[in-house]
């Protein structure tokens, strides 16, 4: 599945990436294995599948695209 | 029928939310009046000359596009709803951003001026908590800092509720 990465997350992961991942727990940890200094702000943010905010248990499938957003700083 | 977000037909389509284009403000406002509207509220959000201390040269924004759009139409559209305004309408900048611009303008009009003035600041703290959208500060000493408008979850302990739903 595609994992799309944002903002502040960009300095920590590749902007887009393929990662095979169960549901949103098995990515955060696959995740922080790939860089683990991304912790802090990881936690911090929420992950959409196919554009739709999920929780952790959501169930991945192979063709979903996921997004992490870290919190919001508009305006 | 699902109501328009938007009162003016020209803009009933597709509105613009999210541009990279300058946002021209005197003709935003003309472009949105009503004349149902005894009361016309509008919020300019321009880049400030410094932050943290530090003189700035301009902000970069970006945004989740898709997601930043519908959540932009539907939280026009509850705005309506729920104050009965006769023009709703928000538009943020992406991209680069200099010192004086508009990065983010949100109009209301209702009848009376208190649905004009509570709707609008409802929008703005929404966009500024929930938008998936995002600031980053270029200060004219060649640093940068991805901006954090929102620390809610330090106190919520959770990253979907915010301060102003406790």
Redesign the interface.
Known sequence: MKV?V???LK?YFAAETEIVAQNITDLKEQLLQLNPSAKEVIN???F?VN?A?VENNHQINENDTI?I??????? | MTPSVSSHPAAADKPTYITNQIIDVAALLSQYEDEAAGAVVLFNGTVRNQSLGKPVDYLFYEAAETMAYKMINDLLQEAQEKWHLTTVFAVHRIGKVYVGESAVVVITSSPHRKEAYDANQYIIEKIKHELPLWKCEYFTDGTKKWGGNCSCQEITGNPNQHIYDI
């Open positions: 799309k944002y903002a502040v300095d911090l943010s929420r959409a554009d905010f997004s957003i870290p919190p919001s700083s508009g305006g």
